[in-house]
C-alpha cells in the first residue's frame, strides 16, 4: 500500500496559504477519485482509502500543525505497517518557482520544517518519495514564515489552478510507472505564464 501525504496546517486561516500546497493538492486528489478523508484521532490526521491506477492508496493529511507532521505520519506507517519508501510526500517548496514541481527519491529537509519532521520522526532517514509544489520566488524583504502563511494572490492562484492538475496527473504516472519515469515526464514542467513565451 502507498501513502500519499499531503503537507499544510489546519483551519480556515491557513486553508488558502502558500504552505498549504500540499493539502491543496491531495484534497483535489481525493475528490477526483471520491475518497472521503475521515478526521482519525489515532493518527491526528485526515485520512481516506482507495484504489488508484491499480494501488491501494491511503491519501493523509496530518492535523497536528506543519512542524509536528511527523509524530502523524509515523502513527501511519507503524500502524499499517508500512515502509517509509512507500510514502510520497506532497509539500510546498519555496526555492522552486510557482509554476514548477519536481519529483524526488529522496533528500534533505531543504529548509522545509514538515519535510524536516517526517525526516527526524524517521530517525534520519531520507530515502522517501516526494512531490514538491514551487511556490517561489520569496520576495528577497520578505520573511519566510511570514511568505509561506499568505494566502496566493490572484495570478499565483489562477498559476495554481493549472499545476494541481498537473500534480495529480504525475502522482498517478508514479503509482503506475515508477520514479524514474514520472520525473523525466513532469520535471521540466512550468505551467507560469512567461514560460509560455
Same mark, same amino acid.
Not at 495529480?168 to 505551467?191: H, Q, S, T
Given at each position: 500500500?502507498?501513502? #500519499?501525504?499531503?503537507? +499544510? =496546517?489546519?483551519?480556515e486561516? %491557513?486553508?488558502?496559504?502558500?504552505?498549504?500546497?500540499?493539502?491543496?493538492?491531495? +484534497?483535489?486528489?481525493?475528490?477526483? %477519485?471520491? #475518497?472521503?478523508?475521515?478526521? =482519525?484521532?489515532? *493518527? @491526528?490526521? $485526515?485520512?481516506? !482509502?482507495?484504489?488508484?491506477?491499480?494501488?491501494?492508496?491511503? $491519501?493523509?493529511?496530518?492535523?497536528?500543525?506543519?512542524?509536528?507532521?511527523? =509524530?502523524?505520519?509515523?502513527?501511519?506507517?507503524?500502524?499499517?505497517? #508500512?515502509?517509509? @519508501?512507500?510514502?510520497?510526500?506532497?509539500? @510546498?517548496?519555496?526555492?522552486?518557482?510557482?509554476? !514548477?514541481?519536481?519529483?524526488?527519491?529522496?533528500?534533505?529537509? +531543504?529548509?522545509?520544517?514538515?519535510? !524536516?519532521?517526517? $525526516?527526524?520522526?524517521?530517525?534520519?532517514?531520507?530515502? *522517501?518519495?516526494?512531490?514538491?509544489v514551487?511556490?517561489?520566488?520569496? /520576495?528577497?524583504?520578505? /520573511?519566510?514564515?511570514t511568505?509561506?502563511?499568505?494566502?496566493?494572490? !490572484? /495570478?499565483?492562484?489562477?498559476?495554481? @489552478?493549472?499545476?494541481?492538475?498537473?500534480?495529480?496527473?504525475?502522482?498517478? &504516472?508514479?503509482?503506475?510507472?515508477?520514479?524514474? &519515469?514520472?520525473? =523525466?515526464?513532469?520535471?521540466? $514542467?512550468?505551467?507560469?505564464?512567461?514560460?509560455?513565451?
Amino acid at each position: 500500500m502507498k501513502v #500519499i501525504v499531503g503537507l +499544510g =496546517n489546519p483551519g480556515e486561516k %491557513y486553508k488558502n496559504t502558500r504552505h498549504n500546497a500540499g493539502f491543496m493538492t491531495t +484534497g483535489e486528489l481525493a475528490s477526483k %477519485y471520491n #475518497i472521503d478523508g475521515k478526521l =482519525n484521532s489515532k *493518527f @491526528d490526521s $485526515i485520512v481516506g !482509502k482507495s484504489t488508484i491506477a491499480n494501488s491501494e492508496v491511503l $491519501i493523509v493529511q496530518p492535523m497536528t500543525f506543519m512542524n509536528l507532521s511527523g =509524530n502523524a505520519v509515523v502513527k501511519v506507517l507503524n500502524w499499517y505497517n #508500512i515502509e517509509p @519508501d512507500e510514502l510520497l510526500v506532497v509539500f @510546498d517548496d519555496v526555492n522552486l518557482d510557482l509554476g !514548477k514541481i519536481r519529483f524526488r527519491p529522496s533528500g534533505a529537509d +531543504g529548509g522545509h520544517n514538515g519535510v !524536516k519532521s517526517i $525526516i527526524e520522526n524517521l530517525g534520519g532517514f531520507k530515502d *522517501f518519495p516526494r512531490l514538491k509544489v514551487g511556490i517561489g520566488p520569496k /520576495p528577497g524583504f520578505m /520573511p519566510l514564515e511570514t511568505y509561506v502563511l499568505q494566502e496566493f494572490s !490572484k /495570478p499565483e492562484k489562477e498559476i495554481l @489552478d493549472k499545476v494541481i492538475p498537473v500534480c495529480i496527473e504525475g502522482i498517478e &504516472e508514479y503509482l503506475k510507472e515508477g520514479m524514474i &519515469e514520472v520525473r =523525466n515526464r513532469f520535471n521540466g $514542467i512550468n505551467l507560469a505564464p512567461e514560460a509560455e513565451q
